[in-house]
T-cell receptor, first 113, second 113 residues
């Protein structure tokens, strides 16, 4: 069964450093997303991406965040200057147009120290 | 901002019995609802969805019921199996499955052999 692949599975970074979280969505999917889950809290929407542009973003997704689909297969989330509160599990997801539900990756656990 | 609420953090049932997971929502604009299952160290896995034009959708052992007037949905699992033990998330969107999902906090289901 096709999968959404996320790398790395765990990343530790120092506060103020830039991180890039990588995702390979399912190849024929058209819509791409990033969500995050802070420990003990609910899964929260960050951003959706369609047709090579951001289609929607939450208030969490401020100027420190950016997304890119650089080569037609990868989908990346960059955090420019990480804060302690960015520590969370970050999930990438993708779906077809009119699909019944996203396919999520296994997540990247980001720890900011 | 708890637009989607799962008021039971946990539920324990015996193998073979029915599991009923509940979810309430406050945003009357939501028109598409989904249930996801999540095992530790994995991303959420799509289970079943329902559009607001329906009040029931069934897929094998899983049935979702929607009561729009009460802004309530439930997931029934019959019969429950030990492999169903996981965290179950209710999610909702405005406009369908390609749009951002608002998640509940999840209910940990434990199915005892």
């Amino acid at each position: 069964e096709p999968e959404v692949t996320q790398t790395p599975s765990h990343q530790v970074t120092q506060m103020g450093q830039e991180v890039i979280l990588r995702c390979v969505p399912i190849s024929n999917h058209l819509y791409f997303y990033w969500y995050r889950q802070i420990l003990g809290q609910k899964v929260e929407f960050l951003v959706s991406f369609y047709n090579n542009e951001i289609s929607e973003k939450s208030e969490i997704f401020d100027d420190q965040f950016s997304v890119e689909r650089p080569d037609g297969s990868n989908f990346t989330l960059k955090i420019r200057s990480t804060k302690l509160e960015d520590s969370a599990m970050y999930f990438c997801a993708s779906t077809l147009q009119g699909g019944y539900g996203y396919t999520f990756g296994s997540g990247t656990r980001l720890t900011v120290v | 901002d708890q637009q989607v609420k799962q008021n039971s953090p946990s539920l324990s049932v015996q193998e073979g019995r029915i599991s009923i997971l509940n979810c309430d929502y406050t945003n009357s604009m939501f028109d598409y609802f989904l249930w996801y299952k999540k095992y530790p160290a994995e991303g959420p896995t799509f289970l079943i969805s329902i559009s607001s034009i329906k009040d029931k959708n069934e897929d094998g052992r899983f049935t979702v019921f929607l009561n729009k007037s009460a802004k309530h949905l439930s997931l029934h699992i019959v019969p429950s199996q030990p492999g169903d033990s996981a965290v179950y998330f209710c999610a909702a969107s405005v406009g369908g499955s390609n749009y951002k999902l608002t998640f509940g906090k999840g209910t940990l289901l434990t199915v005892n052999p």
